[in-house]
């Protein structure tokens, strides 16, 4: 990305390209001026914005975070990329402790695709709802989740702590830890097996 970009400084597309490599090696505070750098180029990059959205997640910025959030939805409503942008909703409600709203939006994003889509936002569903005290939702929602064939290998409390490990930003990430730890009480409170 760094080379493409030295061959032409002024692509919106490389900028959001190198920010979403930077934030998966962990350099989230490093990523978010590349993104801001592909929105001054071309306002209307919705995954630039969606981007800068989770960005902000990692660091613990859920506020900040879910207004970009909103700006993608704003952008493309019928976005491809719409069970992401949901999800990134859902995420930053739980990271606030807004359980209703991360269920509320965790749905959405399952309604966009039901039989496949991020298993991230099927943890938060089910979680947000068994830390809102609603157990036998919980219970339900998890077993419509193990038995989807997306599921893949996240069947179990320590593979959701692998994927989301491989995830977490190595600077400013307290927050996004502390969410996940959540995550996982809240999932094994719905039944999830430790292993």
């Known amino acids: 990305a760094s080379k493409a970009l030295a061959l032409d400084p002024d692509s919106g597309p490389l900028h959001d390209l190198k920010a979403i490599i930077l934030r ?3 350099r989230t505070e490093e990523s978010v001026p590349e993104d801001l750098r592909a929105l001054a180029l071309d306002p209307s990059n919705v995954y630039a914005v969606a981007s800068l959205g989770f960005a902000y997640e990692w660091l ?3 506020d900040e975070g879910l207004k970009y959030f909103d700006r993608a939805m704003l952008l493309s409503p019928h976005d491809p990329y719409l069970a992401h942008i949901y999800g990134g ?7 606030l402790q807004r359980y209703d709203q991360a269920i509320e939006w965790a749905r959405q994003a399952i309604s966009v695709n039901p039989i496949g889509g991020p298993q991230y ?4 569903l089910v979680a947000a709802l068994a830390l809102n005290g609603h157990d036998a939702e919980a219970r339900e ?7 989807l064939p ?3 290998g996240l069947k179990t409390i320590a593979a959701f702590r692998a994927y989301f490990n491989s995830l977490a930003p190595k600077q400013g990430g307290s927050s996004f830890i502390e969410m996940n730890k959540r995550i996982y009480d809240g ?8 292993e």
Do not use: D, T, V
């Open 24 to 26: 998966f090696q962990g």
């Open 60 to 62: 613990g910025k859920y």
């Open 89 to 95: 909703k859902a995420a930053g409600n739980f990271g």
């Open 121 to 124: 936002i099927h943890s938060i």
């Open 141 to 147: 929602a998890l077993k419509r989740y193990l038995a």
């Open 150 to 152: 997306s599921a893949g």
């Open 187 to 194: 999932l094994r409170k719905a039944g999830m097996p430790e």
